[in-house]
């Protein structure tokens, strides 16, 4: 999983080279030609990226994607190299505060009482008490990926990053295995113990049906070819296996407030981006069958970093007012979100191999 750090000082605005480029003749996620520009003239404000990007949206399926976008071989250059989570992952045991255990049994009382986990130090009537409170509960739900004891306990994580979640994972008994295509990242995951393989799925040549679970956390959108991908994780599972996705939302609160400003589009890295219904329309074309879209809440965060892209390319003045009406806008697109996944800030799927 990547974690975008610390914005940095923009580049000088550059072109990308055009050797670098390819011009897509159809959607990459429903194969349509017919499709409408939706975003011209954009520019990568998080770290400079040399370049200037448009946007499509599909005719058909709705999924928005980058063309001309850089290619296979050199979207490498649009990653700064701070970009990937490369820090060691925490180990579990290393939490040894009297607050943090307090913390970690309400936890793993949560996570037995509504995932079926037998875990020790568990305190259920704290995870009773906290399953009641619905933004901490998404959060928690959010963490494990809603993956219960039951589906299993073999563990593909796509974007695996520094191993962070494989770790959480293994300390509720999975046996977790990452993939990424950034060395660094999977250096990070092995010096945790962990299984990780640098490259894609096909590269790393898994046998079929070995994994009960492949989760997904904002990597798809990253994909020049998502169905493909998607096939690779159907190929994986075994019959009746969990795949778990979460990217961003384009029908989000957020994007319909900040428009080319919002966080989530970030080109060029971006390359294709979705509608909770275009996600699921791919997630069918690929075999799955899509079982369920549950809340999640996060909009701080997006709305935070959306905010920062519109005063920098449209500055304004910020008062008392204002500020108050953000905090006041943050919470209701939360609250919007716990009643209505679709209008999240991400979207997450849950979807299966028959």
Excluded at 32 to 47: K, Q
Excluded at 129 to 142: E, G, N, S, Y
Excluded at 178 to 199: E, I
Excluded at 322 to 329: C, G, K, N
């Amino acid at each position: 999983m990547r974690a975008a750090p610390q914005r940095q000082a923009p580049r000088t605005r550059e072109t990308w080279p055009s050797s670098g480029l390819e011009n897509l003749a159809a959607c990459p996620a429903c194969g349509a030609a017919g499709r409408t520009p939706l975003h011209a003239g954009l520019v990568d404000t998080l770290y400079g990226v040399p370049g200037t990007w448009t946007l499509h949206c599909c005719g058909i399926c709705r999924a928005v994607y980058l063309s001309p976008r850089p290619t296979a071989a050199t979207i490498g250059d649009a990653y700064p190299v701070y970009y990937y989570t490369h820090a060691a992952a925490l180990p579990t045991e290393a939490i040894v505060t009297p607050w943090r255990r307090i913390r970690q049994a309400v936890r793993n009382g949560y996570f037995a009482v509504r995932y079926g986990y037998e875990l020790r130090s568990a305190w259920h009537v704290g995870g009773r008490a906290l399953a009641l409170t619905p933004a901490l509960r998404q959060r928690l739900d959010l963490s494990i990926r809603h993956l219960t004891r039951a589906t299993g306990s073999r563990l593909l994580d796509v974007g695996c990053g520094n191993g962070a979640f494989l770790m959480r994972m293994r300390s509720l008994g999975w046996r977790g295995t990452g993939v990424d295509t950034d060395p660094k990242a999977v250096t990070a995951t092995r010096a945790m113990g962990l299984d990780a393989r640098l490259g894609t799925i096909r590269a790393s040549s898994f046998p079929d049906g070995l994994f009960d679970a492949v989760t997904l956390s904002h990597v798809i959108e990253h994909f020049h070819d998502p169905v493909a991908q998607l096939e690779e994780c159907y190929r994986v599972l075994r019959p009746g296996g969990v795949l778990w996705i979460s990217t961003p939302n384009l029908a989000g609160t957020g994007y319909r407030r900040y428009g080319r400003n919002w966080r989530g589009l970030e080109p060029p890295r971006h390359l294709v981006l979705f509608t909770p219904g275009a996600l699921s329309r791919l997630l069918v074309r690929a075999g799955f069958v899509v079982v369920a879209q549950p809340p999640s809440v996060g909009a701080r965060w997006m709305f935070e970093e959306s905010e920062a892209i519109r005063r920098e390319m449209q500055p304004s003045a910020q008062g008392l007012l204002a500020v108050f009406e953000w905090h006041v806008r943050v919470w209701i697109a939360d609250s919007r979100a716990l009643l209505n996944a679709a209008s999240a800030e991400e979207i997450v799927v849950i979807a299966t191999k028959p």
